[in-house]
């Protein structure tokens, strides 16, 4: 049997700058920079080293910003910026050749109407389209018992119509109590101050049902 040197320090066989560790038996992954010979010499020729890629020798002579993947790295940058520098410079061309566009924009041709008579203070001037009365949708029942909407807003009283028909497109309409023909635009703004058919006579898809109403600010006259 082969004689072995004791285990310790020598210098890696395949790079003097640094020591790989010898546990007596075989050598190991660990190294270190080269420091001076050990007290010990080997008794006995040590045996050469068969270093697996991954126990492959760690050096670091080389600076970081020359390693290849640093380089490749950089050089990738240096290139996306220089297309990316291409790219903006043609965008801005564009749109100076945008701005400087020569071609004269259509000509504006302004008709004046020739102006009418004017209105008397008794005449109307945008009378209100008359609504038309939606197909009713077809209901269970064949009547209903009026409910009293008198002091309610008109939205509310419109809701509970379709709510009792179980026809959300039954429609009803609204006078203005007043008698100034005023249109009720925003029918939250509009109260009840009465009603026709009147509460708790019967009705059905064919009533016509008429709320007359003034503004929530106002009194019923």
């Known amino acids: 049997m082969t004689n072995q040197p004791p285990a310790g320090w020598y210098p890696d066989q395949s790079n003097a700058n640094v020591q790989r560790y010898w546990d007596g038996s075989a050598w190991t992954d660990q190294t270190r920079p080269a420091a001076p010979p050990p007290d010990t010499e080997p008794t006995a020729p040590l045996p050469p080293m068969s270093v697996s890629p991954t126990q492959a020798p760690q050096t670091s002579a080389t600076p970081w910003w020359k390693r290849r993947w640093v380089l490749i790295t950089g050089g990738v940058l240096v290139v996306l910026f220089i297309i990316g520098s291409i790219a903006g410079g043609n965008d801005d061309t564009k749109k100076a050749d945008k701005k400087t ?121």
């Open 101 to 221: 566009d020569p071609t004269p924009a259509p000509a504006t041709i302004t008709v004046t109407a020739t102006p009418s008579a004017e209105p008397s203070p008794t005449q109307a001037t945008s009378p209100k389209p008359k609504k038309q009365k939606p197909a009713k949708a077809a209901n269970t029942a064949d009547s209903w018992t009026m409910p009293n909407q008198v002091g309610q807003d008109l939205q509310a009283s419109q809701d509970r119509i379709q709510a009792i028909t179980g026809n959300p497109f039954f429609y009803t309409a609204s006078k203005d109590a007043t008698g100034q023909s005023r249109f009720q635009v925003w029918d939250r703004d509009w109260q009840v101050c009465s009603q026709k058919p009147a509460a708790g006579t019967r009705f059905n898809d064919d009533t016509d049902i008429t709320f007359y109403v003034v503004k929530d600010t106002e009194d019923c006259p």
